[in-house]
């Protein structure tokens, strides 16, 4: 009895030692893995921009987006899926898809849009109730914003020397990192989130 007890005590201590074993993680590709693809355009985070489709996107994301539009005095529409957080490569973030749209579709979303609000930046955005005449439609950039702040050292670790750094008049703190080769542009506030924005390269 005593054998079958300490034989069953020592079963129980080895099933949760293996529960407790973390279990393997799959690659993911990270936001400095940007590759150019032979069109010309690159892909990061697997999306191919041009190429995958908004139902790819939300496969690779494994999540489902909200869309909007956004108009703005003097500036086309743009049609945008957003995920309020994402987990890629472990790390948390906020995802933009901006959708190439034909004109023609976009104001028939229009039409059809719930309500409008008026951002910061001067834009209105309209909230789209459905969404499914997009989901064939390609991701034409996309903007990556992670949950934790990066700073200069930790670009130039991940990306290299930038080709150029932009400064704003109106916001002494912030710097532009531009990439053109990559279809790269990082914005950098020690106050604000990281804002990283993949699109064709130039």
Avoid: C
Wanted: aromatic share 8%.
């Amino acid at each position: 009895m005593k054998k079958f007890l300490l034989g069953l005590v020592l079963i129980v201590v080895g099933i949760a030692s293996l529960m407790l074993i973390p279990s393997k993680q799959l690659p993911a590709p990270m936001p400095w893995e940007v590759n150019t693809m032979a069109d010309g355009n690159i892909k990061v985070f697997d999306i191919h921009l041009g190429t995958t489709t908004y139902a790819q996107a939300q496969q690779l994301v494994r999540q489902y987006g909200k869309t909007a539009i956004f108009t703005q005095d003097g500036s086309q529409p743009s049609v945008e899926a957003y995920f309020d957080s994402v987990n890629l490569g472990g790390l948390s973030a906020k995802l933009v898809l901006t959708l190439a749209v034909d004109e023609h579709v976009v104001e028939a979303l229009l039409s059809q849009a719930l309500d409008a609000r008026i951002q910061d930046s001067g834009a209105h955005r309209y909230t789209l109730e459905n969404s499914s005449q997009l989901v064939n439609t390609a991701v034409k950039s996309l903007t990556y914003i992670p949950s934790i702040k990066l700073n200069s050292d930790m670009v130039k670790h991940r990306f290299g020397e930038a080709t150029s750094i932009e400064k704003f008049a109106d916001m002494p703190e912030s710097e532009l990192w531009l990439y053109p080769d990559l279809g790269l542009s990082i914005h950098l506030n020690p106050n604000q989130k990281t804002i990283m924005q993949y699109h064709q390269p130039q």
